[in-house]
């Protein structure tokens, strides 16, 4: 499989990959995604229409990392940095099954608070974010939350592909929101189906936000509920703070397990699970947990419908505001 992307994509792919126009590249994989086995792409095409609210795929050909191999930084989009040269070799396999993954579910989008706009971000310990609740994280459990929770326009699915994994591997913990709600009681799910909470930016967007109100965390129907989550989460009357405990305990009750290695790849339905991370030792020598990680819609024009048509290759998939209703 290795042979074939080298020959398909990567060799015919420009020299250095770009997190903001990752269209040359994705392309390419996306033309080539049958290279993914079938089995692989039976399971995406289950979560696309709604069979599978995840697919975990182990053992995916790896990128080889030199000792203390790792993102430089300037693709973090803090310090307003655009990008720069990259001295540093990427995981160009790595981002060829981002790639083919991505465009079997949709298409690739970014927001410019997170990570500058990137579309493929970099997931990796940052002393500054060791102790919050973002992808800089490690000191402390992430707890479990929808992605970008806060925003109108979130991602469908949610792309996570481990570059580099030293033991032990701390846990993605999944939970599929159906599971959850099936372990609480009536009245809670009744409550959490008002929209009575409000839900604050995560630490990870580069500009401060305030919370946003009238967040209904329950939605869809009985039997196809949907989850919108944060650890921010509030309510003010006390039966909503004893809905939002409850809730919490009985996510955490039935989630899953995900141990990332080099070369696996977790995709998700961001309204159908909740995700975290549990606490794991960094140590900022270079050879830290690395992953990659994209964004995922469905339907990119849902952008382009509001956003107007793409002034240049990719621009119109980065949200230019950072605040919505
Ligand atoms: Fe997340």
Known sequence: MA???????????PGQVDYRETGAHF??????????PERVRDALAGLREGGHDAVVVHGLPADPLDDH?????????????????EATPQPLLGWTWLGMVTRQLGHEYGYRAEK?????????PRPDGAATQ???????DLQLHTEVAFHEIRPDFVLLYGVRSPQ?????????????????????VRRLREPRFTIAAPDSFSVGEEAV???????????????????????????DKAAITEFRAAAERVAHRVRLAPGSLLAFS??????????????????????????????????MSRYGPPPGNGAVRRLAETRTA
């Open 3 to 13: 042979r074939l992307v080298s020959d398909h994509v990567i060799g015919r792919a």
């Open 27 to 36: 392309r390419l994989a996306e033309l080539s995604g049958s290279i993914l």
């Open 69 to 85: 191999q790792q993102p430089d930084g300037s693709h973090d989009g803090r310090d307003g940095i655009d990008g720069g040269a």
């Open 116 to 124: 500058g706009g990137n579309l493929v971000h970099d997931v990796r």
């Open 134 to 140: 973002s992808n800089a994280s490690s000191e402390v």
């Open 168 to 188: 032990p591997r701390p846990a993605t913990r999944l939970v599929r929101i159906a599971d959850a709600v099936r372990e609480c009681s009536p009245e809670t």
């Open 213 to 239: 109100d009238g967040i209904r965390p329950i939605g869809g129907t009985p039997g196809w509920p949907t989850i919108r989550w944060h650890s921010s989460i509030a309510g003010d009357d006390p039966s």
């Open 270 to 303: 961001n309204s159908r699970c909740l995700h975290g991370r549990d606490a794991f030792e960094a140590h900022y020598d270079g050879r830290d947990r690395w992953l990659l990680r994209t964004y995922v819609l469905r339907d990119i024009t849902r952008l």
